[in-house]
């Protein structure tokens, strides 16, 4: 008996392991491109990230606008009036802020940088007679040529939201070489953005059609503040990183913190040492939660990294394991459970009608495990009383698991 568990346990590990994939993604020497990747189809697509200056979202219902940041497309306001100054637009002595993409969602661009509240968006000015939004700002935009800068004025004009259509202008800064433009975002609803280039006049296919996860790129970290390179999430997806534990060997992911900030994974699971070069973090995992075009249900896959080249060749190394094929999840069952009081200050009950050996694990917003304790329930209804008095005032997330089922129930410390 003990050599056939002997041989299943290792059978197991076995599997386990096995269903572990490694990955390169190379982003070129200088980390030239933009490596838009699948979990389930791998690298969908290499584009050199200096084709495009700015980007506008295809959703009908969003008014985001992006600036090529990664590429050194830089954009400032314009302060010496509105669109309606077009014509005398006069940079002399002015001092620049410049506006950046945001690192937390993609519907905030750089030229939504200045928005307040609804009505405004910060290009624009939204019209609820008729549902569009008008321009009402002038920007500058400089893009990178080489060694040196082509500076333009820019203005969105409009974008008709019944039709899902962007109209923009631009010009030399003498008003020279001014072009309108109209972009028709139904034409381009197998992408999220219609990238464009100022330098060029054209639109530029940079995204794949195929759905993506995880972007392999540079850009502008305004927290450090540094320009980057890391891995920006998609629209949609949604991370959750654990720190301080086996890389290989951690699968207790938890399905209530979960969150969509597109850069969770970013770029600080490496630093740079002067003597060793790269080095990266080896405690930290992710795990990635989202739905392609045919999916019905999440799929989730677990991530971590185990190299980074640099400069060099602009090579990412990582694991990738699929945590649903693997039969590894978190499930959300027919059991009952309740947490109160809720708030809570120095204890909480677990109220529950699993049965059997049960473990209550309790995790803090970014997923990490704070509190773990175990019991021998009756059938019926069943009381635990959690000590959470050392735990610090926040959002927390408790998980009551028995066998292979489990639920689990938000709670907040005063």
């Not at 999430?233 to 060997?249: E, H, L, P, W, Y």
């Not at 209530?256 to 994974?265: A, K, L, P, R």
């Not at 698991?401 to 489990?406: A, H, I, P, Y």
């Amino acid at each position: 008996m003990k050599l056939l568990f002997t041989f299943l346990f290792s059978a197991l590990i076995f599997t386990y392991a096995f269903s572990q994939t490694s990955v390169d993604v190379v982003t070129g020497p200088g980390y030239a491109n933009d490596v838009y990747y699948s979990f389930t189809g791998d690298t969908l697509k290499t584009a050199p990230r200096s084709n495009w200056d700015i980007a506008f979202i295809t959703s009908q219902m969003s008014v985001s606008a992006l600036a090529n940041n990664g590429a050194g497309v830089m954009v400032y306001t314009w302060p010496g009036g509105t669109i309606e100054d077009w014509e005398t637009v006069d940079t002399t002595g002015i001092v620049w802020t410049p506006m950046y993409n945001s690192i937390e969602d993609w519907e905030e661009g750089a030229f939504n940088a200045h928005a307040t509240e609804h009505p405004d968006y910060g290009w624009g000015i939204y019209n609820m007679a008729n549902h569009n939004i008008y321009g009402d700002s002038i920007f500058i935009v400089k893009c990178p040529v080489g060694n040196s800068m082509v500076v333009k004025k820019f203005a969105i004009v409009l974008k008709n939201a019944s039709q899902n259509v962007w109209t923009f202008k631009y010009a030399d800064l003498n008003g020279e070489n001014e072009k309108t433009v109209t972009l028709e975002g139904n034409n381009y609803n197998n992408v999220s953005y219609i990238h464009y280039s100022l330098v060029n006049d054209s639109i530029v296919e940079q995204e794949p059609a195929e759905d993506w996860q995880l972007l392999f790129t540079k850009y502008y970290d305004y927290n450090i503040p540094y320009y980057v390179t890391g891995v920006l999430a998609n629209s949609g997806v949604q991370i959750q990183q654990v720190n301080g534990v086996s890389q290989a060997d951690f699968v207790d992911y938890n399905s209530g913190v979960f969150n969509d900030t597109i850069s969770e994974i970013g770029s600080d699971w490496k630093h740079y040492d002067f003597t060793a070069g790269y080095v990266v973090t080896d405690d930290v995992v992710y795990f990635v939660q989202f739905k392609e075009a045919n999916d019905t249900e999440n799929q989730i896959w677990k991530i971590y990294f185990t190299g980074f080249s640099g400069s060099s060749t602009g090579t990412y190394s990582f694991v990738k394991q699929d945590m649903l094929s693997t039969g590894i999840k978190d499930n959300v069952s027919g059991k009952s459970l309740i947490a109160y009081p809720n708030p809570a200050k120095g204890e909480l009950n677990i109220i529950h009608d699993f049965d059997g050996a049960v473990e209550i694990t309790v995790y803090n917003i970014s997923g990490q495990l704070v509190l773990k304790q175990e019991a021998t329930e009756d059938a019926g209804l069943n009381k635990q009383t959690l000590n959470i008095s050392t735990l610090p005032s926040g959002i927390y997330n408790a998980k009551l698991s028995s066998g292979n089922v489990s639920k689990s129930v938000k709670f907040i410390k005063e």
